[in-house]
């Protein structure tokens, strides 16, 4: 079946504007989680979905990043007034259910800022 | 923090050598151990896990062992062929979270 798919595939933004990272997960999975990898680094936790509500939030960098999964199926990543720091792979994953699950991961979302 | 340290790369390799790629990890407790790879213009998939200590991750010919005594999972491929050129991390996941080493990039060539 389909795996997780995200969208745009790659986006520059100037400094200062705001992006919108659409993430699909697998249908059916009720755990959505994103990722920061930045470059030459491993990924890093951003924030964690159980259905629709943002369980761990903890990861977020600024308060300029946000999430939200309304429906409890896409989820999107939100950065407001992006600077160049923000500029890395955003990776979404999704698993089936309960904490321990294998993760699927999406192909990732490569944010250029300059 | 839970945390993962693995052996930094690049490293190139023959086809048919043998591979070794290092992770220790730090953990307050008893994490499952990943090994995730990444080929080149694809997403993180998941090659290889174990649950607890001994237990032995394996998958496409690569193997790794939950070591509790020196803390390490370090993966291990007898013949390496050229379609194994990846990135590969290291992870372990503390409840729902994944922590990842910074990855060793792998180039094998014929």
């Known amino acids: 079946g389909a795996g997780v798919s995200q969208s745009p595939r790659y986006k520059v933004a100037k400094r200062g504007q705001d992006v919108a990272l659409r993430c699909d997960p697998i249908?059916?999975?009720?755990?959505l989680f994103w990722y920061q990898q930045a470059l030459g680094q491993g990924p890093e936790f951003l924030t964690y979905?159980?259905?629709?509500?943002?369980?761990?939030k903890s990861g977020l960098p600024s308060d300029r990043f946000f999430a939200e999964r309304p429906e409890g199926s896409v989820s999107t990543l939100k950065i407001q007034r992006t600077q160049q720091e923000d500029s890395a792979v955003y990776l979404c994953?999704?698993?089936?259910?309960?904490?321990?699950?294998?993760?699927?991961f999406g192909p990732g979302t490569r944010l250029t800022v300059l | 923090g839970d945390s993962v340290t693995q052996m930094e790369g690049p490293v190139t390799l023959s086809e048919e050598a043998f591979l070794t790629i290092n992770c220790t990890y730090t953990a307050t407790g008893y994490p499952s151990l990943f090994w995730y790879v990444q080929y080149p213009g694809e997403g993180l998939q998941l090659l290889l896990k174990?649950?607890?200590?001994?237990d032995k991750g394996s998958n496409k010919g690569f193997e790794a062992t939950y070591r509790k005594e020196t803390t390490s999972f370090h993966l291990e491929k007898g013949s390496v062929q050229v379609s194994d050129s990846a990135v590969y991390f290291c992870?372990?996941?503390?409840?729902?979270?994944?922590?990842f080493g910074a990855g060793t990039t792998v180039t094998v060539r014929a």
């Open positions: 174990a649950t607890k200590a001994d």
């Open positions: 249908s059916g999975h009720v755990s």
């Open positions: 994953a999704s698993a089936p259910s309960g904490r321990t699950d294998t993760q699927y």
């Open positions: 992870a372990l996941r503390d409840d729902y979270k994944l922590s």
């Open positions: 979905f159980q259905n629709e509500a943002q369980l761990d």
